[in-house]
């Protein structure tokens, strides 16, 4: 396939993705995500509001429908805060696994505290920490067998958000990769994510250095509720002699843990094929 129909295929799925946020400004009636409390009763109830009082006997909450419920402490699992919406008598928990796509960063923010830890494809695990509301630091390495533990390589991935309002974030970040060779690679990135964190669309830029080398990047994605437990997301990325990738798939939402399974598309490579994409992540 010659480049100029590669980098029109690649640009015109980015900009099908950015787009795709053109639903999420339409889904602003689902609302952001809100804090509210979790009742949960020992014979199995669970029950989503705000508390009007409680004292050391009861606790007396107003669900979303204006229902009063009395519990009684001593009927009580749990009672927490957490973040989501009631929608059509459902509770949708938001995408904790906010800050990435499938394996580009979005323009959201770790919070101060938070702590995202995964694995992409099985071999390469990481860790992000929140050290304030907008920046965070995070790295990992490979988990592959034959390297000395002196000359393992590592990256750094440090975050800082510039851009926090209701339907659109902004970010900068750096991705660099200590290799064996005591040589540096990496991409220095900004991007900007523009919708809610269950419809959203991400487009992304960055310097890719190696060495002497260096060449642009561009990337473009979306991501979209469908139910409570599943999004569909896209990720797509052309670079330097207009090669790229396309890739789709889902993330299943769990209460912290999310599961990515995906298909992505090497463009300019010759044949065509299609390699797996499978990603977890827990965010504490």
Same mark, same amino acid.
């Not at 009580?76 to 800050?99: C, P, W």
């Not at 067998?145 to 659109?168: C, H, I, M, Y």
């Given at each position: 396939m010659e480049i100029k129909k590669?980098?029109?295929?690649?640009?015109? @799925?980015?900009?099908? @993705?950015?787009?795709?946020a053109g639903t999420i400004f339409a889904a602003e009636r689902q609302g952001?995500? @809100?804090?509210?409390?979790?009742?949960?009763?020992?014979?199995?109830?669970?029950l989503f509001g705000t508390i009007e009082r409680e004292s050391p006997d009861e606790v007396v909450l107003r669900t979303q429908a204006g229902a009063v419920v009395t519990a009684r402490r001593t009927e009580i699992a749990s009672l927490r805060m957490v973040k989501g919406r009631i929608e059509k008598g459902?509770?949708?928990?938001?995408?904790?696994?906010? $800050?990435?796509?499938?394996?580009?960063? $979005?323009?959201?923010?770790?919070?101060?505290g938070e702590v995202s830890f995964g694995v992409f494809q099985f071999l390469a695990p990481f860790v992000q920490v929140g050290v304030t509301d907008r920046f965070s630091v995070g790295g990992g390495t490979p988990l592959l067998f034959g390297f000395d533990e002196s000359d393992r390589p590592f990256w750094l991935t440090?975050?800082?958000?510039?851009?926090?309002?209701?339907?659109?974030?902004? @970010?900068?970040?750096?991705?660099?990769?200590?290799?064996?060779?005591?040589d540096g690679a990496g991409i220095a990135y900004g991007v900007s994510t523009f919708g809610?964190?269950?419809?959203?669309?991400?487009?992304?830029?960055?310097?890719?250095?190696s060495g002497n080398d260096r060449g642009w990047i561009v990337m473009g994605g979306g991501e979209g509720r469908v139910s409570r437990h599943v999004?569909?997301? $896209?990720?797509?990325?052309?670079?330097?002699?207009?090669?790229g990738i396309l890739s789709g798939g889902v993330r299943f939402l769990g209460e912290r843990l999310s599961a990515d399974l995906a298909l992505a598309i090497p463009l300019g490579a010759g044949d065509f094929f299609a390699f797996p994409v499978v990603n977890f992540v827990y965010v504490f």
């Amino acid at each position: 396939m010659e480049i100029k129909k590669i980098v029109r295929i690649v640009v015109a @799925a980015m900009v099908i @993705a950015a787009l795709s946020a053109g639903t999420i400004f339409a889904a602003e009636r689902q609302g952001q995500p @809100a804090e509210l409390c979790e009742l949960v009763l020992k014979d199995g109830s669970r029950l989503f509001g705000t508390i009007e009082r409680e004292s050391p006997d009861e606790v007396v909450l107003r669900t979303q429908a204006g229902a009063v419920v009395t519990a009684r402490r001593t009927e009580i699992a749990s009672l927490r805060m957490v973040k989501g919406r009631i929608e059509k008598g459902e509770f949708f928990r938001q995408d904790l696994h906010r $800050t990435r796509l499938f394996f580009a960063p $979005t323009g959201r923010s770790l919070r101060r505290g938070e702590v995202s830890f995964g694995v992409f494809q099985f071999l390469a695990p990481f860790v992000q920490v929140g050290v304030t509301d907008r920046f965070s630091v995070g790295g990992g390495t490979p988990l592959l067998f034959g390297f000395d533990e002196s000359d393992r390589p590592f990256w750094l991935t440090p975050k800082f958000q510039v851009l926090d309002s209701t339907n659109a974030q902004a @970010a900068v970040g750096l991705l660099h990769l200590f290799n064996v060779d005591g040589d540096g690679a990496g991409i220095a990135y900004g991007v900007s994510t523009f919708g809610n964190t269950d419809n959203a669309g991400t487009l992304g830029a960055g310097l890719a250095y190696s060495g002497n080398d260096r060449g642009w990047i561009v990337m473009g994605g979306g991501e979209g509720r469908v139910s409570r437990h599943v999004k569909v997301m $896209t990720e797509n990325y052309v670079w330097k002699g207009g090669d790229g990738i396309l890739s789709g798939g889902v993330r299943f939402l769990g209460e912290r843990l999310s599961a990515d399974l995906a298909l992505a598309i090497p463009l300019g490579a010759g044949d065509f094929f299609a390699f797996p994409v499978v990603n977890f992540v827990y965010v504490f």
